[in-house]
């Protein structure tokens, strides 16, 4: 199996976790397999005046417990393997949590740096119309994910909506809060994070507020997970984004990072001391110190927090990773070679479709108001968000303790393959 193949990389997770999961075989091997994948063409005019042909894609993976729901990335790196695993890892990551979903994911080859806000939207515009037969409230619900944000998702629900005549707010989730959006959606993912990488060290019965921690990749994922542990008294050692990584072992001034990377910073220009939007009164600020990518991964630090693009820990570095622990902030950040070997040295995985399973369940209570044309406070979202992935971090915990599963990946694989695996027992097959 190649490595850098995340379909086949689920497929092998999957193939784990058959062995001690309550399954038939002839179900289980039909979950190998997306329901549907539709490639699209896209020529764009851009504002340059020229016109550009993009290709995207959306793959539904299974509907068996409900609506398909996944994201939509824009990046390079984009193919349809890639966008086809995806799905099926929020297949499971909805089944895991206990979501009315199944999985999908979207994706549009292109370089967004390279691209204009105007260019952006012509985009969105035709993908969405490219895709509006997949999708809809009870079909198929995008929201967003790399590049992507609350506007583009505007983009999308108001293609949408002049298509249906009328607005239809439960198309997508992610969205502004003035359209629809719920609060704390933005911060879901990283909250989930934080809140997992907490009950874990509960669970090893060790103190988070002793503890280092090396977060790979300084987006909305990352840099919202950063900021919550380093107030729940944890110490961001390390970040990084494209540009470079940034290294202090006395840890990182999270909040003058944070600003200076809201206000368009790079963690380059952080380590050369070319501060953007951050305030005269910080107190703990120093550049730290300029690392390479690679070697944030290897740092000697309690906990590693994957936060980027997927397959970068892999056989070929497994042996170098010093974390005691990994919390998957991102999708498949982990080959199934680098985990068998992590797991005979005893590193505690956290596997992705648990740990950022913050951003699907808030998406999901936000779908959830939309129905209800009514809408929730922020504390109500945030304590709903911590009861549910709480529970799936118990659950997933009480199936690792019965014995004889070798990790948290595989135990939550189990439940996840359960779940989904008795909605098609109880289905049946059409026709």
């Known amino acids: 199996m190649a490595d850098d193949d995340p379909f086949e990389n689920m497929l092998a997770q999957m193939d784990r976790a058959e062995e001690y999961a309550d399954v038939d075989h002839d179900i289980f091997e039909r979950l ?126 108001d293609t949408y909506s002049m298509y249906e005549g009328y607005t239809v707010p439960k198309v997508v989730t992610g969205k502004p809060l003035e359209i629809g959006g719920t609060p704390g959606r933005v911060a879901a993912t990283g909250r989930g994070v934080s809140i997992i990488t907490e009950r874990l060290f509960e669970y090893l019965d060790r103190d988070l507020s002793e503890a280092t921690v090396a977060i790979q990749g300084f987006g909305n994922v990352g840099s919202h997970a950063a900021r919550l542990l380093d107030d729940a008294g944890a110490r961001i050692v390390a970040t990084s984004d494209v540009t470079g990584a940034v290294y202090d072992e006395e840890g990182l001034d999270v909040p003058t990072l944070a600003a200076h990377v809201d206000a368009g910073g790079t963690i380059e220009e952080y380590t050369d001391g070319d501060l953007k939007g951050a305030s005269e009164d910080r107190t703990r600020w120093d550049e730290g110190q300029a690392l390479d990518n690679d070697d944030l991964l290897t740092l000697d630090v309690d906990v590693l927090i994957p936060a980027a693009v997927e397959g970068v820990i892999t056989e070929d570095n497994a042996d170098d990773i010093r974390a005691s622990a990994i919390v998957e902030a991102a999708n498949g950040p982990t080959t199934v070679a680098a985990d068998e070997i992590l797991s005979e040295r005893d590193v505690q995985i956290v596997p992705d479709i648990l740990a950022n399973a913050g951003g699907v369940i808030v ?67 059409f026709p």
């Open 32 to 157: 190998k397999y997306p329901e549907r994948t539709l490639k699209v063409t896209l020529p764009v005019e851009l504002e340059d005046g020229g016109v550009e042909v993009f290709e995207g894609y959306r793959c539904q993976f299974d509907s068996a417990r409900g609506p398909f729901k996944g994201g939509v990335r824009y990046h390079p790196s984009v193919t349809q393997r890639e966008v086809e695993a995806l799905a099926g890892w929020m297949t499971w990551k909805t089944a895991l949590v206990d979501l009315p979903y199944g999985g999908a994911k979207g994706g549009i080859i292109c370089e967004p740096k390279d691209l204009t806000e105007n260019d952006l939207e012509s985009l969105t515009r035709r993908y969405t119309e490219g895709i509006r037969r997949m999708i809809g409230p009870e079909t198929d619900v995008p929201a967003p994910d790399m590049n992507t944000n609350p506007q583009t998702m505007a983009w999308m629900m």
């Open 363 to 429: 998406s999901y209570l936000e779908w959830v108001q939309n129905a209800q044309e009514f809408s929730w406070p922020l504390e109500t979202v945030n304590a709903e968000l911590e009861r549910r992935i709480g529970k799936a971090f118990d659950e997933t915990i009480a199936r690792y303790d019965e014995g004889n599963i070798p990790d948290l990946r595989t135990a939550a694989y189990t439940l996840a393959l359960e779940r989904t695996a008795s909605a098609h027992e109880y289905r049946g097959l």
